[in-house]
């Protein structure tokens, strides 16, 4: 699951950002400084020689950037769209399956009474750790674990409900290699990532785990020097990206596109 990604769907934010969702204390955000770190997250993604998929803003669904939480796609193989746990992103998703139909035939759904946010699915290797979460339900990973099944992907489930400061469990967790995690402080000693090659993220510097592995670099948050710093020991070109304005509606890096 470490092919090289090719595309990427992305979608700038409507001019009514700040409506969406947060529970972030930061402030509110500004559009264009947030269009503008979306241009450069976009910038960052073609010089690794992604192709754009870019779908247009929506204003009515202010959380409609974060287009990582409405599907999951096995590049090559296929796509799910997501049931977002949110009401006010259940619609997100129509926009994305009309760009995933045209590249892949048979689209999988999440159906009621599952939910799921992408941003809770977390790959690495042949094996998804699925966050139980306020936006994805028992369900939802479920009806996503038997849909990987066939393709010989396994699955296990990490609640994350009584870990503090995290939405999805990609706020505290990213996959660099089949083998390698950058994992928070609270998911270092969690039994399901036992064995794994483990960069622990510096207390303070949270936010930064929810860093991507695009080809040959990594996609990380601006403002984490001792994660910058651990990520460059262990060989990795870096693509420090200012996240500021994502960061106040709870968004993070990964969520800002869906790559396959
Ligand atoms: C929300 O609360 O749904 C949005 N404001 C943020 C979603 C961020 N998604 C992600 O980290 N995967």
């Not at 929506?58 to 096995?74: N, S």
């Not at 259940?90 to 759904?109: C, I, K, P, W």
């Not at 969690?190 to 670099?217: I, S």
Request: proline share 5%; glycine share 10%; charged share 20%.
């Amino acid at each position: 699951m470490f092919s090289r990604f090719t595309r990427a769907i992305v979608r700038p934010p409507a001019r009514n950002f700040a409506d969406g969702l947060t529970t972030a204390d930061l402030g509110t955000p500004d559009v264009d400084g947030a269009l503008s770190q979306h241009r450069a997250y976009c910038d960052a993604l073609v010089r690794h020689g992604v192709q754009l998929v870019t779908l247009d803003a929506d204003a009515r669904y202010p959380d409609a950037t974060f287009v990582e939480d409405t599907a999951l796609i096995l590049p090559d193989l296929g796509a799910i769209i997501t049931r977002p746990g949110a009401a006010s992103r259940a619609g997100e998703v129509d926009a994305v399956a009309d760009a995933l139909r045209v590249h892949f035939s048979d689209l999988a759904r999440v159906t009621e009474p599952g939910t799921l946010d992408a941003g809770d699915v977390c790959e690495a290797g042949n094996h998804v750790f699925i966050g139980i979460s306020q936006r994805t339900n028992n369900n939802g990973a479920a009806q996503l674990a038997a849909w990987l099944a066939p393709f010989g992907i396994t699955s296990s489930t990490v609640d994350i409900r009584g870990v503090p400061g995290i939405l999805h469990l990609k706020s505290g967790i990213a996959a660099l290699e089949p083998q390698r995690l950058v994992l928070i402080d609270a998911f270092v000693d969690h039994p399901a990532f036992a064995g794994f090659d483990v960069v622990r993220v510096p207390p303070g510097e949270e936010y930064g785990a929810n860093c991507v592995r695009v080809n040959d670099a990594v996609f990380v948050s601006a403002g984490q020097p001792q994660l910058e710093t651990q990520l460059r020991a262990c060989g990795y070109a870096l693509e420090v990206l200012e996240m500021g304005e994502y960061r106040k509606m709870d968004g993070g890096l990964s969520c800002l596109s869906l790559r396959f």
